[in-house]
Structure formats: C-alpha cells, structure tokens
C-alpha cells in the first residue's frame, strides 16, 4: 500500500526553485529518510506532503487522496520549531490534539509521556529544548497516521534524550504506516531507516533500500552522505 | 550496540546472539525477545530485526512457536557448532588484519601467547 | 469540529487577555473606590443627577476627580474596544506566527475555520462590551444618588420592553454589522498573507485591498440607494431590501473569500 505518492514536484518562490522534480513514493511499514543539508528542500517537501504548501507542479496524494483537509486527517507532522503556546500545560496541548485528531491514542501518549519522563502538569514555557522536542514528539506518535513525518526529531536534543527518541520513534512503528524522517545526524539514525533518499539541491540524487545502499558501497549511510554531498 | 559501518546491521545483530549463545548468555529453550523489544534496544528498525528472526531461523540457531515467541534451539550440538564456526571467523578476521600488516605466521602465534599469558597475569594479580 | 474550533478559539483569546481583563476590572475598582471614598461628595451626586435628559454640572468638583473620571471613562472605552484589535492581531498571528503549524495542521474545512474565528471574534467583542458597559453603571451608580439612578434605570427598561423587537433587531444589526467588518479586515489579511508572511509587505497589500474594497463598497452601496428594490419595515425601523441584500451578500462573499484563501492560498 502506497503511502504517499509524490510526482514530478516542482516548487518555486519568486527568487529560488525550492525542490525541481521530484519524485517519491513510501510504502507502509518503512520507515524511511530523507536527507540532504541545510537547504537543500528537505522541509519543503514535508510541507508539501501535510498540506501546508502547495506545489507549482507535479502530483502529490496521500493514500491516493489529495492534500487538503482530507489528507490532514491522516497525516502527523512534527515540525521542527515550537509550534505549542507557551501558556499550555503538557495536559491542555494533550487535550487539544484529542479534540482536533480523531486518531490520537489517549492510552499511547500517558506511555509515551511516561516513557520520556514528563508530566501532564508542566507547563510549555518552563520546558527545556529537549523536553519540548520530546513532548512534540509523544504528541505526534501518538496519533494513529498513516504517515507521520518527523522534521529534525534530534535537533537540539542530548544524546540520553536522543536515545528516548529513537527508541519512541521504533516503538511506535507499526506495518500499517509509514515514517518520514529528515535529520542531519545521518550516523544516529541510519540505523533505523529501510530506505532513504538523498535530496541535493531539489533533486534526488540517490535513493535505496539502505541495506543495499551499505552493502553495494560497503559504505555507512554517513560516509555515503558525505561523498553525495562534500562540494 | 555500535555497528559497523557497511556490514548489514542484522548480521551484525545475528552474529551478537550468536556469540551471547557461544558464551552461555543465551542457553538452548531461552526465549529470545520480542521483535519490538531488539528494536527498542538496539535502536533499529523492526523490519531489521525481522531479517535477523528469519537468518536464525533459517541457520536453525532458533525456531518459532507460534503464538508464543521464537526459542534458541537446544541441544549441546547447537553450542559446539557455533562455537567452532564463531571461532573460525573471529580468527579468519584477527589473522587477515594481522597479514595486512605483513606478519608471519610466528609473529601472530607470539603475538597470541603474549596477550594470553597477560590476561592470565592480571587475573592472579585480581 | 465546529464547536471545538470556537472553544479553542476563545481559549487562546481568554488566555491572551486574561491578565488584561483582571487588570481592568482593578483598576477600575481602585479608581471608583479611590472616588468615592476620597473625592466624593454632595456636590459630585449633584452633578450626577439626570433630569429630564440634561446633566447639570456640579460646583467645587476637585481636579483629581475630574482626571480619574476621564481616566475611567477612557479604560472602559478602551477595554470595550479590545476585542476588536486582539482579534485582528490574533488572526495574523495565527496565519504568520510560530503556531501556524498548529494552526494549518487542524484537519478542518476552511470556512469552518474562518467561522469559528469570527463567532469567537463577535463573542469577545460581546463580552468586552458588556463589561464597558457595566463598568460606566457601576461607575455612575457609586456616585451618584442611587434612587435617582434607579428611576432612570426603570425608565429605561420601560423603553426596552415596549420596543423590545426594534431593540433586539438594533443588536443584531449592531452584530452583525461587526462581524462584517471583520470579515472584511479577515479577507484583508487573508489577500494579503496568500503572497507573503513577511509583514513589510503584507501590511500595504493589506492596507491597498481594504481601501480598493470599501471604496467599491461605499460606491455600489450609493448606486443601490436609487434602487431600493422595496422598502419594508419590522417594527418601527425601515430597511431597504436592496441594501439588506448587499450587507448579506458582502458577509458571505468575505466567508467564502476567505475560506477558500485558507485552504488553497495560504501557505506555511
């Protein structure tokens, strides 16, 4: 089952072409990265596939329905920002997620909160950057998606709290979804992706089962990285 | 777990079960754990720990039982096996990076015997 | 989901000015006790005394009395025209600011979206208003003699209830005339942010659709006067069919407007 298909998508904005042609497509129970630097139109592409951007050109559907609101029912972003009001408690972000997505999993989000050691009562302003990062992320895999797409889920973040994300990150998959995950840290998460795509410049260069992509080169996800990208 | 860098990472997994049953940590009829749980430890993908299920499965180091979980096989045979095939291969590896630095066969021997009768120091000195 | 947009939306707007509201009605408590328990006296009730429509000014009125007073009368007419600023910095925020992911992600139709900001908006505006308007009775109540004022107040309420229909038709116009208003600033910035985030250039695209918009408003508003279709009348107050027409078509012009900016123009 086809997750999401992107076709031939090209974005521009009035001085820069943001991604030309680009072509993807996530099949269920894969979790999958898309990686590329700074710039290279990684973010671009998200919001594209969760309906917040639109494409100049080229198709893009979610399980074969077009993106708008319809497609936002099933899709879970996590955007790499703070994007909760300081003034919400852990109880009341909670709570407004349980109202506007009918798939959140009230009993996966008191785990997961557990899991990363927060409580309902704390409030956003007097959380660190980690535990922001955290509390984005029970809110997002606690929703029951078919895509859940994950921008920069280590950024910013400690190593013992990287560990807690990645860990969240596994236990949340299931074979009836897809997970799109962008991140710098190719090292850390490399080993968790079935397939990846290589974004450089709008385009993709390279994309495979990152199996394949190790074994071929007889290289590390990172130094493949590394070659793709070194100017 | 730290993983090399291009072999497959469920070899690599494989090969650490089978060194764990090697040393006695995992013995025959253990259960091993869920395919969730090694991914959680591990920090990998369950497909990956899927492949490593069906590489142990198919060397017959482990076997399934439907709704209850997959069991390390038993029998000393198993043991002996992987003990001799572990060895082969750890060795294989130690005296191919060793022959790249263009030992003999004497040099690696005493290079051996060195590093044991070392060990062996330290454990009496305790 | 329309319910839980609207609850969501006073909630943030409640939580944006919480603090404002309770300072208010402090200050307001401080000055009015400060007055009345300091500056107050026969003189002052004297001036308060409304006969037959006319205010007669009181003698020996010290100047901070007379500059609390104002003070007073400018914080209730500021806090009853709050809500209209709050909304419309709220709705920019909500399309620009860092919570527009929340804001976008919500899978929801456009127009509800756009509704439940402006019932919100109207509800607030409501709220505010009431308490403006509280406020200067309380105010007037505390200084002056409290059976004169009572009398009025019957009079009032007399007039309400015989024109009970022109009163409730005069709030609803007032309503409704609001929510217009808004809708047509909502459309505003809409317009506006569908070709930048970037204020320095929103805010005078902005700006330019609002005047092209009410200008051809005033304009087509005129022309209709010539042609007022019918004339017909719901109680003692006359309306013009043609212009009726032209408020409601220009409120749903602007929800649907909007609506459809907000699905398929807006973009993070």
């Known amino acids: 089952m086809i997750t999401l298909k992107a076709e031939n998508i090209i974005k521009n904005y009035f001085k ?4 030309s042609g680009v072509s993807i497509q996530l099949e269920q129970g894969k979790i999958v990265g898309l990686l590329g630097p700074n710039g290279s139109g990684k973010t671009t592409f998200l919001k594209l596939a969760t309906g917040l951007v639109r494409p100049t050109s ?20 996590l955007p790499d920002s703070e994007f909760l009001y300081d003034w919400m408690t852990i109880k009341e972000a909670r709570d407004t997620y349980a109202a506007f997505f009918a798939d959140f999993d009230m009993k996966r989000f008191v785990e997961l909160l557990d899991f990363m050691k927060l409580s309902e009562d704390m409030k956003v302003k007097s959380l660190s950057k980690g535990m922001k990062e955290k509390l984005a992320l029970a809110l997002t895999l606690s929703r029951d998606a078919r895509l859940i797409v994950l921008d920069e ?10 560990e807690q994300i990645l860990g969240a990150i596994v236990r949340c998959f299931n074979q009836e979804s897809t997970i799109l995950i962008t991140s710098h840290l190719i090292n ?44 | 777990m730290k993983f090399n860098d291009s072999a497959p990472i469920y070899l690599q997994i494989v090969e650490k079960i089978k060194a764990d049953i090697v040393a ?64 082969y291969k750890y060795t294989r590896r130690y005296v191919g990076e060793m022959k790249e630095l263009g030992m003999g066969k004497e040099e690696v021997i005493k290079n051996v015997e060195s590093v044991l009768e070392e060990d062996k120091n330290d454990h009496t000195e305790g | 989901m329309l319910g839980k947009l609207i609850a969501y939306e006073l909630v943030k707007k409640w939580k944006s000015s919480k603090f ?3 300072g208010y009605v402090m200050v307001q408590a401080v000055i009015m006790f400060v007055i009345r328990v300091f500056l107050w006296n026969e003189e002052i009730s004297k001036g308060f005394y409304i006969n037959g429509g006319s205010v007669s000014a009181g003698n020996n009125v010290s100047a901070t009395f007379i500059l609390l007073t104002v003070l007073f009368f400018i914080l209730a007419f500021f806090i009853g025209a709050y809500p209209f600023i709050e909304s419309i910095y709220r709705y920019e925020r909500d399309l620009s ?24 908006t109207v509800v607030g505006l409501a709220i505010c208003g009431t308490l403006s308007l509280i406020s200067m009775f309380l105010f007037f109540m505390v200084n002056s003699n409290f059976r004169y004022l009572m009398d009025l107040v019957g009079q009032f309420l007399d007039l309400m209830a015989g024109n009970g229909l022109e009163v409730a038709l005069m709030i609803l116009f007032m309503l409704f005339s609001l929510a217009s208003a808004y809708m047509i600033i909502f459309f505003c910035i809409s317009v506006a942010k569908s070709f930048t985030h970037k204020n320095t250039i929103a805010v005078p695209i902005g700006i330019f659709v609002f005047i092209i918009f009410t200008a051809c408003l005033g304009l087509v508003s005129g022309y209709l006067s010539r042609f007022p279709i019918v004339t017909f009348k719901i109680g003692e107050i006359a309306f013009m069919l043609s212009s009726t027409l032209l408020d409601i078509a220009v409120i749903l012009a602007t929800l649907a407007g909007t609506s459809w900016l907000i699905e398929k123009k807006i973009e993070h």
């Open chain 3, 97 to 120: 600011g860092k919570q527009a992911y929340l804001e976008l992600m919500i899978p929801a139709v456009g127009w509800m979206k756009v509704l439940a900001k402006l019932i919100a």
């Open chain 3, 20 to 22: 404002l509201l309770l």
């Open chain 1, 188 to 231: 850390e998460v490399e080993s968790i992706l079935d397939e990846a795509y290589f974004l450089k410049e709008g385009k993709i260069v390279l994309h495979g089962l990152t199996d394949v992509l190790r074994s071929e080169r007889s290289k590390s996800l990172d130094e493949l990285y590394r070659e793709v990208f070194a100017c």
């Open chain 1, 16 to 19: 820069k072409s943001a991604l």
């Open chain 1, 58 to 77: 080229g198709s893009i559907t979610v399980c074969d329905r077009e993106i708008g609101y319809r497609s936002k029912e099933l899709v879970a972003l």
């Open chain 2, 24 to 87: 006695g940590k995992l013995k025959g009829g253990d259960k091993l754990p869920s395919v969730r749980e090694i991914a959680e430890n591990f920090k990998v993908n369950p497909n990956t720990v899927q492949r490593v299920y069906m590489e142990l499965e198919r060397e017959g180091v482990a076997y399934p039982q439907r709704g209850i979980g997959t069991f390390i096989a038993e029998g000393e045979e198993l043991v002996k096996k992987l003990r001799s095939t572990q060895a």
């Open chain 1, 153 to 162: 889920p280590l950024n910013g973040v400690d190593p013992v709290a990287r």
